[in-house]
């Protein structure tokens, strides 16, 4: 199962078609320029990787150009790791500086651009942020009157929907990396271990694996399930007759995977398995359909048929799956009206879930790249009935 481990970062020239792509969007659009302000979309275009984006003390600023390479805006502290990457032009001052916390730069390097439409492309949609203090970005507006800020979420994310072979490459290695966690965690995990437990002792066997990190490690138990899925790990204790249903989000080299697996202890009871075998057909049938051409509300759709066979459920038919790669999350969504058609490098969840059982709830989730044909499984397929720890 093991496999070769994927260069670390990408050469420039991943980052020069990315820059290339997104200013020939820009021109269609007739805007002068990007600013962006979150770790992934700075990532995306720099290849700036630091973990020092937890902390909330300092902004960070990317603007791309119409032309020309994107210009970081940033605290002096980032300086030696931003001239590592393929950017020229990086623009620093000295943080924290409460008062002007970078805007007098990012003023200045706005200002700056060639000045064609007037107008600044920032990310204003669903699934974005603005990281910066609320009262600075009112300053900036103030600063560039005159030009106007208009939503660039739609390009961004016509941008990062299709990956190239090398992000699906990192996305693969985790992938297969949890996935043989998940197969060796009956290795682990006993009957009488506390949940939290065997939380951390499947962190620690993934990290060991090749995992970079394990942010996202949630989920839960009890007699016939958990009663929810996205839960801290607790002291209780995993007795017979119970099921734990993990799902995490490993990350390797910045790209995470995002699936879940479930186990009984010591017996299964037939509610559980009949659960577990309809989010089973479910996923089947998510997989059969997702081909070229169909939408993100037709994957929905043939994944909700099959919950809906289940007549003593309460089907949770809403979001069924989601986009993946430098985000846990990312757009589109399966689910009702969301009409983005699948296309050759999309990296998508399969995740149908219901409810059953007095609130118990029953996930199932795989990870995939929509392919020319049949999709290619990045996770190890979950074994057909539901595994037993003992």
């Known amino acids: 199962m093991n496999q070769d481990i994927p260069q670390i970062g990408f050469e420039p020239s991943e980052f020069a078609l990315r820059t290339e792509r997104a200013q020939h969007l820009m021109r269609k659009l007739n805007v002068d320029g990007l600013l962006l302000t979150t770790e992934p979309e700075v990532r995306y275009f720099s290849g700036f990787h630091t973990a020092f984006w937890l902390s909330p003390a300092r902004p960070w600023f990317l603007v791309v150009p119409r032309e020309g390479k994107p210009i970081a805006v940033i605290p002096e502290i980032g300086g030696?790791?931003?001239?590592?990457?393929?950017?020229?032009?990086?623009?620093?001052?000295?943080?924290?500086?409460?008062?002007?916390?970078?805007?007098?730069?990012?003023?200045?390097?706005?200002?700056?651009?060639?000045?064609?439409?007037?107008?600044?492309?920032?990310?204003?949609?669903?699934?974005?942020?603005?990281?910066?203090?609320?009262?600075?970005?009112?300053?900036?507006?103030?600063?560039?009157?005159?030009?106007?800020?208009?939503?660039?979420?739609?390009?961004?994310?016509?941008?990062?929907?299709?990956?190239?072979?090398?992000?699906?490459?990192?996305?693969?290695?985790?992938?297969?990396?949890?996935?043989?966690?998940?197969?060796?965690?009956?290795?682990?995990?006993?009957?009488?271990?506390?949940?939290?437990?065997?939380?951390?002792?499947?962190?620690?066997?993934?990290?060991?694996r090749g995992a970079d990190e394990v942010p996202y490690l949630v989920g839960g138990s009890g007699p016939n399930g958990p009663t929810e899925v996205i839960g801290m790990p607790s002291k209780r204790i995993l007795t017979k007759g119970d099921m734990l249903m993990m799902d995490t989000g490993a990350v390797f080299d910045g790209y995470f995977s995002d699936f879940d697996r479930n186990f009984c202890f010591g017996s299964v009871d037939e509610t559980v398995a009949a659960a577990y075998d309809v989010v089973y057909r479910a996923t089947d049938a998510g997989l059969e359909a997702a081909r070229p051409g169909i939408t993100a509300e037709g994957l929905w759709r043939v994944m909700a048929d099959v919950l809906s066979e289940s007549t003593t459920s309460k089907n949770a038919v809403g979001r069924l799956g989601h986009g993946l790669g430098m985000q846990l999350t990312e757009w589109p969504s399966n689910m009702k009206g969301d009409k983005t058609v699948m296309q050759p490098g999309m990296v998508m969840t399969l995740e149908p879930c219901i409810e059953f059982a007095d609130g118990r709830i029953m996930v199932h989730e795989e990870n995939i790249v929509i392919r020319d044909g049949e999709p290619e499984l990045l996770s190890i397929r979950a074994p057909s009935e539901i595994p037993l720890i003992y």
């Open 80 to 208: 030696a790791r931003m001239s590592e990457t393929w950017l020229d032009d990086i623009v620093m001052w000295s943080a924290p500086r409460p008062n002007d916390e970078g805007i007098t730069e990012l003023t200045a390097t706005i200002k700056g651009l060639k000045n064609i439409s007037g107008v600044i492309g920032v990310p204003m949609g669903t699934e974005t942020h603005i990281r910066m203090p609320f009262s600075d970005f009112k300053k900036l507006q103030e600063n560039i009157r005159g030009i106007q800020l208009v939503d660039a979420s739609p390009l961004i994310q016509e941008l990062r929907k299709i990956k190239s072979e090398a992000e699906i490459s990192k996305i693969r290695y985790i992938c297969q990396r949890v996935s043989e966690g998940f197969l060796e965690l009956p290795k682990i995990a006993n009957l009488g271990d506390e949940e939290k437990e065997i939380f951390r002792k499947f962190r620690i066997d993934l990290l060991a």
